[in-house]
């Protein structure tokens, strides 16, 4: 006896693994491979039509604050203020320049020599000491003269070494006013430039949104 029968007189329905592994009819498919599922039509609608041509999701979406930025992005290197050159007419007289300078040395330039805290530093008045009379008797004194030559020296020196650094410190402080001038006219046009770009991206944003 054929088993389908068996079970047929028995009331005992067919196992449905035979139903499973029954071809189907030859002009009929499944509905499960003729019509794609709803994961599968997302899936098929967020990829892009073309590999090289990126998904308009992803042009949308804008960087979030704790996002990683792309590892080619062109990052400025930050500057050093001291390598700064600003265009500045100014040349100073050789004469004055010669006399800033230490005879012998290289000739002072009002764009590198900077002066510190300390030697910008208000100098205070100092009297002059008085007068102390010396006899004749004692002025014939080979030590007195030696003594007096050794004095007279030492605040030449001084007076030379003043002289020298306050024509230094004018200078500089020229060169600076010419470059302070600069500086600001530089500094007016960049804010006349960040002023167009501002009202470029403020007409930008009202129009299409905030970046």
Known sequence: ???EEFLSENGIPPSPSQ???SPHPPGLQPASAAAPSV???SSRASAPLHPGIPSPNCMQSPIRPGQLLPANRNTPSPID???IQVPVGYEPDPADLALSSIPGQEMFDPRKRKFSEEELKPQPMIKKARKVFIPDDLKQDDK???RRRKNNMA?????????????QIAIRASFLEKENS?????VAD???ELGKCKNILAKYEARHGPL
């Open 1 to 3: 006896m054929d088993l």
């Open 19 to 21: 139903h499973d592994h």
């Open 39 to 41: 994961m599968d039509l």
């Open 81 to 83: 203020p001291d390598t």
């Open 144 to 146: 007195y003269w030696a």
């Open 155 to 167: 605040a030449k020196r001084s007076r030379d070494a003043r002289r020298l650094k306050e024509n």
């Open 182 to 186: 600069a500086l600001r006219q530089e």
């Open 190 to 192: 960049l804010r006349k």
